[in-house]
């Protein structure tokens, strides 16, 4: 009994020996991304603003659709369900660290032939048919000595973490899409009001031409051409019905709700279209403040701990395991003394011959933490180039609002000082008809420009990594 202990011992430690003498675990070096300290288009003076104040929450629309979507919307509740798929993932990776205990109990009926045990069998001291009956309680352990389990465990969290802040990357996807679409509806209602002024400034001038036509100081001509502008106003007017019923169909799909709902909301009170200050931000916060690079930072410790863990696969592994029970053979004995049995074994089981099967799995596994460290490379920079292009877009929509809301001053003032001009019979109708096209058309562009500026600064919510908030902790 000791020599066959001392040769199991013997066999362990030649095969720990050999996994050691194995070629080294391959290295994939994961630098930490080179930052600026600060952004090329970042606003050049520091502002008290806060990231959150970038949404429309003053809005009525955006509150009720927002509260709406987290509750019902079915990409959140995927991302969601997904956090517990990984969550239950983790869970039975940490538990297969511990030990597995189990019972069972049986009853067997075995009919035999006695004539196999010779003489006793023939002579009928041996029974034809014999029952047994057994209870067990059983248990196993693998002591994790050389860690893969522990790495596995890892894995499982990190991707536990991966999952988590996915959910946190939708979830910000979602309150940016239906900010944007409140803020298309906002812009659009501001456009029908400019577009309907326009339509009235119009009928007025076909109104005068007509009085003057009835006179006979005007040609109907003017008239025609005062009406003919009306009309071109009102089918801009009846265009912006489509980009209405585009908006709430993407309500529709972001939060799940029914289109009557979504109406509904869209027509309470809006807050108006005010651009507030973009707050300012460092590159370094994106590594702590992006989801989507949190989500990519995670599944590259969960690919180190892979390796890890498909490294350790080259050691032997160790498992203790029992079995006490009961065993009779009639159901009174089955208490006795007697009766009591049980087995208690130390095992050890390795590699020793696999043709490349662990190097393969240690190679492909060292190949996907290359292609995680990527990954996160990738996410830092789309991160860095997508907060980049919303300052870079406040600026220019701020610049571009600004003087458009200036052209639409200047050319409102030029056509109400060309009207009076007209009046007193010192233009003729085709400067005011002009006048009036200009100031018509900078009024839409106006809102539409103001429309693009606030849509700048959801862009911006969402490149600084939106809100915190975690949809589920998650456990260390």
């Known amino acids: 009994m000791k020599r066959a202990s001392r040769l199991v011992l013997a066999l362990s430690f030649t095969a720990a020996l050999g996994a050691c003498g194995l070629k080294p675990t391959p290295q994939v070096a994961t630098p930490p991304p080179d930052l600026a300290p600060s952004f090329f288009f970042t606003p050049g003076r520091e502002t008290s603003a806060g990231v959150d104040a970038l949404l429309p929450r003053e809005d009525d629309a955006f509150a009720t659709l927002a509260d709406k979507a987290l509750e019902t919307a079915p990409g959140l509740a995927e991302a969601l369900a997904r956090v517990e798929a990984a969550r239950g993932g983790a869970a039975r990776a940490g538990a297969e660290r511990l030990p597995n205990i189990g019972a069972d109990a049986s009853v067997v009926e075995n009919r035999i032939n006695p004539a196999q045990f010779g003489e006793a069998g023939e002579g009928g001291l041996i029974p034809r048919n014999q029952t047994s009956y057994g209870a067990n309680l059983t248990a196993s352990w693998d002591p994790d000595i050389f860690g893969q389990l522990r790495a596995q465990e890892r894995a499982a969290l990190a991707r536990l973490d991966s999952a988590s802040a996915s959910a946190v990357a939708v979830r910000n996807a979602l309150l940016a899409e239906i900010a944007g679409s409140v803020i298309d509806w906002r812009t659009l209602a501001a456009r029908t009001a400019a577009l309907e002024s326009d339509v009235a400034a119009a009928q007025r001038l076909a109104a005068l031409a007509q009085t003057r036509e009835d006179a006979g100081i005007a040609p109907g001509f003017d008239r025609v051409r005062a009406e003919a502008q009306a009309s071109a106003s009102r089918s801009r007017l009846a265009a912006l019905e489509s980009e209405r019923v585009g908006i709430i169909g993407r309500l529709v799909a972001l939060t799940g709700l029914g289109a009557k709902e979504v109406s509904e909301a869209l027509s309470g009170s809006g807050a108006s279209l005010t ?154 109708f085709s400067e005011v008809l002009e006048a009036r096209r200009a100031a018509d058309e900078s009024g839409e562009r106006a809102a539409a420009s103001v429309g693009r500026a606030n849509r700048a600064r959801i862009l911006l919510w969402q490149a600084l990594g939106g809100e915190p908030t975690q949809p589920a902790e998650t456990s260390g």
């Open 275 to 428: 651009r507030g200050a973009a707050p300012v931000a460092l590159p370094s916060e994106l590594l702590t403040n992006r989801p989507d690079v949190l989500a990519a930072a995670a599944e590259l410790a969960a690919t180190d701990a892979d390796l890890a863990a498909a490294s350790r696969a080259r050691f032997p592994r160790f498992t203790l395991s029992g079995v006490i029970g009961l065993l009779a053979f009639d159901p009174g004995d089955i208490f006795n003394n007697d009766s009591i049995v049980g087995t208690l074994t130390a095992g050890v089981a390795g590699p020793l011959l696999d043709f490349g099967r662990i190097e393969a799995e240690i190679d492909t596994a060292a190949a996907n933490k290359r292609a995680a460290f990527e990954a996160y490379r990738g996410a830092v920079f789309q991160a860095l180039g997508e907060a980049e292009e919303a300052y870079g877009l406040i600026a220019a929509s701020d610049s571009e609002a600004e003087l458009a809301l200036k052209e639409n001053r200047e050319l409102e003032r030029a056509a109400r000082l060309a009207d009076t001009r007209y009046r007193a019979g010192l233009v003729n």
